[in-house]
């Protein structure tokens, strides 16, 4: 069974540091893009960083130059670098993968997956 399985997270206080990794597993052919949302409480989740397989990135505003995303294709893992963690970076963080998986008839099959969620709290 295909998942994808989060760590990384926890308690830090503002300007330290968190890198959260996020490791898929299962039947997989490859993987195109993978990303990192957040949601913080009583918001709707946004995306954080977004990454191809080609490696071009995508950042919200806020995190710009603060976040970096990276990914290990042959690991099929995504990483999140957050650097300079402010309180309001505070939320549950989500990954998500755009997985090619091939049936036993040999048809290929696109489908959206998405990680367990690891909370990151940033507080003194």
């Known amino acids: 069974q295909l998942q994808l399985v989060a760590s990384g997270g926890g308690l830090v206080q503002p300007g330290g540091s968190l890198r959260l990794s996020c490791a898929a597993s299962?039947?997989?052919?490859?993987?195109?893009?993978m990303g990192w949302y957040r949601q913080a409480p009583g918001k709707q989740r946004e995306l954080a960083a977004a990454?191809?397989?080609?490696?071009?990135?995508n950042y919200a505003d806020s995190v710009k130059g603060q976040f970096t995303i990276s990914r290990d294709n042959a690991k099929n893992t995504v990483y999140l670098q957050m650097n300079r963690l402010k309180p309001g970076d505070t939320a549950v963080y989500y990954c998500?993968?755009?997985?090619?998986?091939?049936?036993?008839?040999?048809?290929?099959?696109?489908?959206?997956?998405w990680g367990q969620g690891t909370q990151v709290t940033v507080s003194s």
């Open positions: 299962g039947s997989i052919v490859s993987i195109n893009d």
């Open positions: 990454i191809t397989r080609g490696g071009t990135t």
């Open positions: 998500n993968a755009r997985v090619i998986t091939q049936a036993t008839t040999g048809v290929l099959y696109s489908n959206e997956y």
